[in-house]
């Protein structure tokens, strides 16, 4: 089945800077990519996903790459501000309603 | 906005006793599904449902968890009985149906001592 790795699983920034969590999938059929942030005590909340077709997508101060071929993609956030602090997972999935999650990425902004 | 809704927040409970969670989709959502977080870790599926029925229950330990969707709307989730390896949080999430995308409730958060 599919397997999902996360990286780092700390991430430490200053405000303003940016952060980039990587992730890799193992099922090439995998062509539905989400990520979620999760805040302390909450539910985890779509913020951007990507679909197979489409090598990067932005909104705003978020993107998304992937890299089919290397089976990776990663998460950027720009100008980060204490507010974007949270967990965060990448997950992947070959239909909608079967997805795999990584193992998740805290991160920390510091004002 | 349309919500998830799941309670209790927070349960504990002792071990070997029963312990059951709730939970009421956003309207018209056909797709339910509950996951299982163990704390430092990504969300596991345990079962999901379109409209009352099971789709996939194959990481539910059976033993000692159920759950139903009986007028396929609102979802009880059940685990009898308890054991100290429950402990996480349990995550509830609907989506329109089997191809959209899922939203999360807040989850509970089960202490089992």
């Known amino acids: 089945g599919e397997n999902v790795e996360q990286h780092p699983s700390t991430l430490s920034v200053q405000e303003g800077d940016s952060a980039v969590i990587k992730c890799t999938y193992s099922?090439?059929?995998?062509?539905?990519f989400p990520w979620y942030k999760q805040e302390l005590g909450k539910g985890p909340q779509l913020i951007i996903d990507i679909r197979s077709n489409v090598g990067e997508k932005k909104d705003q101060r978020i993107a998304v790459t992937l890299n089919k071929t290397a089976k990776h993609f990663s998460l950027h956030i720009t100008e980060t501000q204490p507010e974007d602090s949270a967990v965060y997972f990448c997950a992947a999935s070959i239909t909608y309603d079967k997805v795999i999650f990584g193992p998740g990425t805290s991160l920390s902004v510091i004002p | 906005e349309a919500e998830v809704a799941q309670s209790p927040r927070y349960k504990i409970t002792e071990k070997s006793q029963a312990v059951a969670f709730w939970c009421d989709p956003i309207s018209g959502h056909a797709t339910l599904y509950w996951y299982r977080q163990i704390l430092g870790q990504g969300p596991e599926l345990l079962v999901q449902f379109q409209d009352e029925s099971v789709v996939d229950d194959s990481q539910l330990p059976k033993d000692r968890f159920s759950a139903e969707r009986l007028k396929g709307v609102d979802s009880t989730l059940k685990i009898q009985p308890a054991e100290l390896g429950d402990s996480a949080m349990y995550l509830c999430?609907?989506?329109?149906?089997?191809?959209?995308?899922?939203?999360f409730g807040q989850g509970t958060r089960l202490t089992v001592v």
């Open positions: 999430a609907s989506s329109l149906r089997q191809t959209t995308v899922a939203f």
């Open positions: 099922d090439s059929a995998s062509n539905y």
